[in-house]
């Protein structure tokens, strides 16, 4: 985490940084990246979210903040803000093309959606849900009831059919 904070204060040294912290893990310090990279800690009222649904909280803030999510083993490399600055969209993502055996594995398979929701039809790409700009307040948590049970702690409702914890349903939505 520390050098994706390093990775982004390089680029951008004034922008706001939030890291989203699992309570799951535990009661962990982040004094240190608070104080020399002047990074805050996103308000989740001390949740438990499991291996990846924490990336969706900023997402179900109100007030159509535009933001880029990282997760911590990720570096930038260069001024991605900056190169998308002139793009007008809520959400960019990368536009992977997957094998139907990687798709599978590493997302959802799409005959078994088919079964839930009849009318799905496979886009013909992916992303990445470890790196995303988005805009918070347009996708909510109802938006993933049906394929998420929130309480205690988010778990998939069709771990048969989903896979990766969050990112076959975040792809899906």
Not at 60 to 88: C, Q, S
Not at 103 to 127: A, C, M, Q, S
Request: with cysteine; charged share 20%.
């Amino acid at each position: 985490a520390r050098i994706c904070i390093a990775s982004i204060r390089y680029w951008y040294p004034e922008i706001p940084i939030f890291l989203i912290k699992d309570m799951g893990a535990g009661d962990f310090s982040t004094a240190d990246a608070e104080k020399y990279f002047q990074v805050q800690v996103l308000d989740t009222g001390g949740k438990t979210f499991g291996w990846g649904f924490g990336k969706f909280e900023p997402l179900f803030a109100k007030g159509g903040e535009h933001f880029l999510f990282m997760d911590a083993d990720t570096v930038m490399t260069g001024p991605v803000i900056d190169a998308v600055a002139d793009i007008h969209a809520d959400f960019i993502v990368d536009d992977e093309r997957q094998p139907f055996g990687k798709l599978v594995h590493l997302y959802y398979h799409p005959e078994k959606i088919r079964e839930v929701y009849p009318g799905f039809t496979y886009p013909g790409y992916t992303f990445n849900t470890g790196q995303w700009f988005a805009t918070s307040g347009i996708l909510h948590r109802e938006d993933f009831q049906e394929l998420v049970s929130w309480s205690p702690q988010p778990t998939l409702r069709y771990p048969e059919i989903f896979r990766q914890a969050d990112q076959g349903v975040f792809i899906f939505i």
